[in-house]
């Protein structure tokens, strides 16, 4: 009889964990294109999902507790570093930085506290699967801004124009609009004129990958998935959100071209998250599909 692992990481817990993650990057300014009452709706559907019943499956080994000073040290430079990038701008704090200030302040009020035990788990689980939701598409909305101060552009844009417009303007070409580029900017002709569709680093859809990647990489560190199988559901769920991210803008594209730029920007502030779970719900379905146990071979009659 084949020996079953059962997985400690339910469908349930995966799809709790990510739109939490979306919910609170849209709540704090890091996606701004998205409504707030989208990201509120995330937050909540995925707390719900991972508050319903008790469970210990977002746990981790005993080994990723008790890393106070890293934690604390983490917290403290998530603070200094936004404060200081602040004066030396002379500009006053977004609410992005406002959100990364409090996440900062609370790693350091709970590294002291990280074996407390809350609910059915402990203050240590909580910040170890805090980092992929936020520290990791923090980190992305930091470096960029870094890199991008006093150049008038994001550093991120030829990569942009590279795998998300060019790409999206092929497939709003193959869907019968035709499409003309300026830079990470699509010109579509309309019958009430030309519609611009400027597509910057939010748009590309990078948040929602690094939240998605390092989600599976905490994944494959408390389940023990063999690198190969973890390289293979990162490659994977990446090149699902792309795909998807492209879609999502022919669907834009046509929506302003057969209503008009404010049917364009409603759709744009609720499309994005809805995708995103229903492409996860499918994508975890997947993953965390358990193998079924196969049957014995049949034992010979004694002679």
Known sequence: MRKV??????????????????????????????ALWAGAASLVCGAALLFAGRSKASSLPARATGKSRIVAS???????????????????????????LAYGAALVAAAPWLHRKVGSTDVGTVVAWSFPILLAPLAIF??????????????????????????????VRLSGLPVELSG?????????????????????????????AGLV?????????????????????????????????VMLARVGVAWGPAALQSTHANLGWILFALYMALFWAIALRRPKETAPPPSRPPA
């Open 217 to 249: 990489t905490m994944h494959a560190w408390t389940e023990r998935t063999s690198p190969k199988r973890a390289a293979l559901l990162v490659a994977a769920g990446v090149a699902g959100l792309w795909a998807m991210n492209l879609l999502r803008l």
């Open 184 to 212: 990470s900017t699509m010109f579509v002709p309309t019958p009430r004129g030309t519609l611009s569709l400027g597509v910057g680093l939010v748009c590309a859809g990078l948040y929602p990958i690094v939240l998605f």
């Open 74 to 100: 983490l917290g403290a430079m998530l603070v200094a570093s936004v404060l200081l990038y602040n004066l030396m701008q002379a500009s006053s704090l977004s609410a992005p930085e406002v959100g990364m």
């Open 5 to 34: 692992r059962v997985s400690t990481f339910p469908l349930r817990t995966a799809l709790g964990l990510v739109l939490c993650g979306y919910g609170v990057l849209v709540l704090i300014g890091v996606m701004p294109h998205d």
């Open 142 to 171: 930091a470096l960029n801004a870094l890199l991008s101060s006093g150049t008038g552009a994001t550093a991120a844009s030829p990569l942009v124009q590279v795998f998300v417009v060019h790409p999206a303007a092929f497939l």
